[in-house]
């Protein structure tokens, strides 16, 4: 049982570190069609890669399901928690090594980017294994789980659209705050697939 959910965790990261990294791009690839922005990352915002990895998470846990659901105690309340812990994980990493570097070498670092990924869905599996292979628990209650589903689908699902206009929703191309949120006006100057 703990052998074949250890694989489906294993499974979950691989699967979402490439999604996720095909979200990255999806956007531009697509010549910026808006529908799209509703799970592809629209800037260099924190708040974008964290959702570039939301979708493919919340996929793969609803897939997951049907395969797991037999050995798998807590499971839904694992995969919400892992869902979490993704973001916080990313957000809490990226930000301490920049407080290092920034001040140190005045940039950020490519590899350090990538680490922040692999530590917030490193942390996430482990803790939806942690949960899942616990006994049953009568908290929280199912209400509770589905609306902490409703609330961070409906969060990732509006904040690209409708950005707060804080730091985690700013542009950060190149390491620096650019005062753009959202879509932006003119992708020309972020494109990485240049047109012929």
Known sequence: MKIR????EIGSFIWI?????ALHFSFELSEFWTPLAFISAVNESV???????FWPGL?????QYTYTRDIANNYWYAKLASLIVTPLGITLSFYG????????YGQGFFIMDLMT???????ASIVAYKIMVKPQME??????????YLAITV?????TFFPPKIFLFENYFGYEYSGDYGILEDYEPYRIFRKE
């Not at 570190?17 to 990294?21: E, K, Q, Y």
């Open 139 to 148: 908290f929280p209650k199912k209400n509770n789980v589905f609306a902490g």
């Open 59 to 63: 996929l793969f846990a609803l897939v």
């Open 97 to 104: 090594y920049l407080a290092i570097s920034l001040p140190l």
């Open 5 to 8: 959910l250890i694989l489906w």
């Open 155 to 159: 969060m990732f699902s509006t904040f």
């Open 17 to 21: 570190v490439l999604a996720g990294s």
């Open 117 to 123: 990924m692999v530590i917030g869905l490193l942390l």
């Open 47 to 53: 708040w974008e890669h964290l959702k570039m990895y």
